[in-house]
């Protein structure tokens, strides 16, 4: 395997052709600032042993590796699930806020400001908020903050204030455009808390190192159990941390590394290179370079674009991009229910989807699968009732 | 400077650096292409109430620097079905006697292909081009294809610009420098920033291109002020809420001859 895959990036922010820093001049230093901070605080033990701690005294870390047995007879493939839904919060999405936290507390800011689609990046910045004492505003589209109600109260509880996106397609692309008009002004003692590997450089990279810790532990934990890395990693991607982090554990070993998107979100499949919210990558997009909007059923995939190290290892060949249907996922989301008495959020539901259907095809029987289980389906409850009712 | 011997100016700044020789301060009103039906002819009634060039923005679907009012322009102009290329169409025939600028985000230029884009905008006429998602860092093919067919791309100055920072963007940029005069999106503002005079001492310490300072320049007494030490301002969402308010074409080409008017008296 390539050693130089999912390293840092080349100075400017690039992986491949892929990335950069497509920014006004206004945010230009602030970036730059940012870098700087991150390489300084990513080189210090102090700052891990900080990070690690807590990680581990209050978010739970490590999270299981659990083996399902029943759905793994079921689909006659041995299937590990890495269960980041047993993480505070409910999500892989604490890793990098708290991270985040630490860095911007470093740096002396004292508000973070988010985006949020499915709501579980914004409560997991309010939980770092309220946890290093922080001010924290979360922009959520409305059509967001309608399907995913209870998590705009979890946040209000935990002292966020949470604003609706009117603009645009009132979904997560335009939450990233409100936070970063916001951070516009605001630089001076806020720091965007961005959600996923996606934006500007230096984020890509540093979500991904924040993310990291998914992949390390897993690939520990599937040794402990299998003797032996698994033939396939499996994560879903909507911008595209938790894989991210997961791959970067798994890029140098044999296994296969397989992102899922969601058929109606799907940059990867549907989309061209293009620019948006700081990065180069690919986009759904029109022939005149409008963003298009994305549509399905998980507000935490409904993101027309996909992090840009993403579109570097589907364009070196590391790692394949594949997309599940709504219809899929329900499915899934069913099934792991049924069978492992695990109920996921519907955004992993997408990588057990792709699972469900590819074993004993492009899966072949009795070859070991990792999925990243990103994140618990407690937020999706009542949303599924509704589509399956 | 250093490199003013190979430095090709360009129709858009020789256009203004006449103007200022002439002891004229620059308006560079800003129109919203598409954005309702009669565009054109108010890009020409502002020309005629006496700007020096006109901005035009090509719409984009997620215009990340700009505040409300020129999202609901652009918004507007995307529902009416306006694309770069007809943008471009209708600039050809204009047939005003200021240079045009363009204003729009990466990805519009991107999609089309640097080069493509660069000649359409030379075809159409158009002088200059002011791309603010594209910073100095990530500007060297586009401003090289641009230069190639011709048109000024216009670099911009924020307030967090260091002014090591700012000499070298001042030295790219072509037309004019673009300073914003306050860190945040476009839009209205009851009172001038200091930083806005700041950033327009900053960029004129280090080149002699003009300097026009746009974000947060609402109104004939802001102009003004800003003009103490800026060659000019570029006027843009209190023109356009104007606009979208429904005023006539002749009533907001009246705002503009009134920041004129400011202008002149200075």
Known sequence: ?389 | MSTAPARLEGRLESHLRHRRHEGRKLLVPYVTAGMRPDWLHVVRAVVAAGADAVEIGIPFSDPMIDGPIVQAASHAALERGTTPAAVLEALSGADVEVPLCVMTYYNVVFRAGTRRFASSLAEAGVAGAIVPDLPLEEAGEWCADAGDAGVATVLLVAPSTSEERAARIAARSRGFVYGVGRMGVTGERAQLATSALEVARRVRRVTDVPVCIGIGISTAEQAREVCAEADGVVVGSALVRRLLDGAPADEAAGFVAELRHALDET
């Not at chain 1, 001049?25 to 891990?48: I, K, N, Q, T, Y």
């Not at chain 1, 002292?159 to 409100?178: C, P, Y």
């Open chain 1, 1 to 389: 395997m390539t050693a130089s895959l999912m390293g840092p990036p080349d100075p400017s922010g690039r992986f491949g052709s892929f990335g950069g820093r497509f920014v006004p001049e206004s945010l230009v230093p602030a970036c730059g600032e940012l870098e700087r901070a991150f390489a300084e605080a990513w080189g210090d033990p102090g700052f891990h042993a900080e990070l690690d701690a807590v990680l581990r005294d209050y978010g739970g870390r490590p999270t299981p590796v659990t083996e399902c047995r029943r759905l793994s007879e079921r689909l006659g493939v041995r299937l590990l699930l890495k269960r980041e839904d047993l993480a505070h919060t409910g999500s892989h999405k604490l890793n990098n806020v708290v991270g985040q936290a630490l860095l911007a507390r470093r740096m002396g800011k004292r508000r973070l400001v988010a985006e949020t689609g499915a709501g579980q990046h914004g409560v997991a910045a309010a939980t770092a908020a309220a946890l290093f004492g922080m001010d924290c505003l979360v922009f959520m589209g409305a059509v967001d903050m309608d399907r995913q109600a209870l998590n705009v109260f979890r946040m209000e509880l935990l002292g966020a204030e949470v604003q609706g996106v009117e603009s645009g397609s009132r979904t997560l692309k335009d939450a990233v455009n409100e936070a970063l008009r916001y951070w516009v002004a605001e630089v001076e003692d806020t720091h965007y808390c961005i959600g996923s590997v996606m934006g500007p450089h230096p984020y890509p990279y540093m979500v991904r190192e924040f993310q990291r810790v998914v992949g390390t532990e897993a690939r520990r934990q599937c040794r402990e159990l299998l003797g032996a890395d698994p033939s396939w990693v499996v994560a879903c991607v909507g911008g595209g941390s938790n894989a991210a982090g997961t791959f970067a554990g798994f890029v140098d070993s044999g296994a296969a590394l397989v992102g899922v998107e969601a058929a109606g979100g799907a940059a990867m499949g549907h989309g061209v290179p293009g620019v948006v919210h700081g990065m180069k990558s690919f986009l759904m997009q029109d022939e005149a370079g409008q963003i298009a909007e994305a549509e399905s059923i998980s507000a935490g995939l409904d993101y027309p674009g996909i992090g840009p190290e993403h579109a570097h290892l589907a364009e070196v060949g590391r790692a394949r991009y594949e997309q599940a249907t709504d219809a899929e996922v329900l499915e899934a989301f069913a099934l792991l229910a049924r069978t492992e008495g695990i109920i996921p959020a519907l955004e992993p539901a997408h990588a057990l989807a792709w699972v469900v259907r590819e074993a004993g095809k492009a899966i072949a029987l009795g070859d070991t699968v990792l999925v990243t289980l990103s994140g618990r389906g407690d937020k999706d409850v009542a949303q599924v009732r509704e589509l399956l009712s």
